[in-house]
């Protein structure tokens, strides 16, 4: 019975916000409570998903802003150039692109909402209760790299309202962002910050019409 609770909440952060798109992201208030009362009922913890303030380094700082232009050079420089040349991605109108470009007061406000729900929310979501509730489906030595892959899949398909593109850019991304936290031991301030920075730089890019 827990475990198809389990799963129902998972889903539920998953499609949430596609099915009922409350006005200002205010899915993740109503989805970061239903995740802490799983937990509270599962006599378990945020920290335990990987995230809690007392884990907090400086130098993850850095160490995301590092990671997130080299992923951004990775995919915009070579990744899809190349995948480009096989596959014709169709082409998806987002609203939000068109109207971010050139409009700087929409900029500043998407780009806060890029580190609230991207880098923070998204993280603590995916990265760390997904993932981390996913392992205790799975049995054997392969269970990590199979909840690994499947919240990537989860996290592209999460994504996929912008179009196939930035699905499969999201998956690619979201792992990068995913591994950085797993290789300095589950610690998803890695990860946060790799991911608000990834997003600003996008964003920025998108506002200045490079992208």
């Not at 962002?177 to 920025?204: D, E, P």
């Amino acid at each position: 019975m827990k475990n198809l609770l389990r799963l129902l909440v998972m889903l539920t952060a998953v499609v949430l916000p596609h099915l009922w798109p409350l006005p200002f992201n205010t899915y993740s208030l109503v989805v970061l409570l239903m995740v802490w009362g799983f937990l509270k009922m599962d006599s378990d913890t945020f920290a335990n998903q990987g995230f809690a303030f007392s884990r907090f380094r400086w130098r993850a700082i850095p160490f995301g802003l590092g990671a997130a232009i080299a992923i951004v050079a990775f995919m915009q420089l070579l990744f899809f150039p190349l995948l480009e040349t096989f596959i014709d991605f169709p082409e998806t109108r987002v609203e939000l692109y068109d109207q971010l470009r050139g409009d700087t007061a929409f900029y500043i406000l998407i780009l806060i909402m890029a580190w609230i729900i991207g880098g923070l929310y998204e993280e603590i979501i995916f990265h760390g209760f997904i993932y981390t509730q996913m392992q205790k489906f799975f049995k054997g030595r392969y269970r990590q790299g199979i909840s690994f892959l499947l919240t990537g899949i989860l996290f592209g398909l999460y994504h996929l309202q912008l179009g196939p593109a930035d699905a499969l850019n999201a998956f690619v991304v979201g792992m990068a962002y995913h591994g950085l936290a797993l290789y300095f031991n589950g610690n998803l301030w890695y990860a946060v910050f790799c991911h608000g920075f990834y997003n600003t730089i996008i964003v920025s890019l998108l506002y200045l019409g490079y992208i």
